[in-house]
């Protein structure tokens, strides 16, 4: 008599992908990147090691994996919050929705000021190579809707655009260090931080000559789909 042996094949884990995405970035707030392992992602996800290269290449591949889907869903916030605002919303209001959507995300606050602590020499290799447009474009609006709010007659033109950006940004790479410098503070405190610099620059970036509201509406809105382009660039492969 013969026996014809039937192979069933392994049922699939469901949301593999997003489970290894969640185990490591457990493992990175709580452990650092340069302190996990391949091994370490997949028993905390409940897998075999195997699988987890089924999903990505390497260990650089989960870091980057982790970081892009960290970047959308902080977008995703920015582009909600701008949505769902009463007219057009000026830069003031724009810039508190990304340090607040920011400030909330340990690991995004790693990755904006480079906390290597934490993320390790991959998020420099991951920045600095092919991925690296991706990452900077994170903020790179920012420039474009200055530019149109200045046509607008909300921002003051006779302000360098690339000026208005580099205070912004240091501003915010001083306010995610404030904690370690200036000792530990609340979020409630470093929210109202926020909304205080966003009006002060509102205040002092604003322009002398009448609003074109037109003007200020097509900026917001080639804000959002600005960042809906963004969007589509983090989406997961």
């Known amino acids: 008599m013969v026996t014809t042996e039937v192979l069933v094949p392994r049922p699939l884990v469901p949301d ?65 919050r701008v949505v769902e605002a009463d007219g057009p919303v000026d830069l003031p209001a724009v810039y508190r929705f990304g340090m607040e959507a920011l400030l909330a995300d340990p690991l995004m606050r790693a990755l904006y000021v480079g906390d290597a602590s934490l993320l390790g020499d991959h998020v420099r290799d991951v920045a600095g190579g092919a991925g690296g447009d991706r990452y900077a474009e994170r903020f790179g609006w920012l420039a474009e809707y200055v530019a149109r709010l200045q046509d607008a007659g909300v921002v003051d033109p006779a302000v360098p655009t690339e000026g208005v950006v580099r205070v912004l940004g240091i501003f915010g790479v001083g306010l995610v260090h404030a904690p370690g410098t200036l000792g530990a503070t609340s979020d409630d405190a470093l929210r109202a931080a926020v909304a205080l610099f966003a009006d002060l620059v509102g205040r002092g970036l604003a322009a002398d000559r009448p609003v074109d509201p037109e003007a200020a509406r097509a900026a917001q809105l080639g804000l959002l789909a600005r960042l809906d382009r963004q969007l589509d660039l983090l989406e997961e492969p």
């Not at 709580?30 to 996990?36: F, S, V």
């Not at 996800?45 to 999903?55: F, N, T, W």
């Open 16 to 80: 593999r992908r997003a489970r290894i995405l969640d185990a490591a970035r457990d493992l990175i707030l709580e452990n650092g990147w340069p302190r996990t392992t391949v091994a370490d992602v997949a028993a905390r996800a409940g897998i075999g090691k195997g699988a987890v290269y089924l999903e990505l290449p390497d260990k650089a591949a989960i870091l980057d994996a982790v970081l892009r889907r960290s970047t959308r869903d902080l977008t995703a916030e920015v582009r909600r």
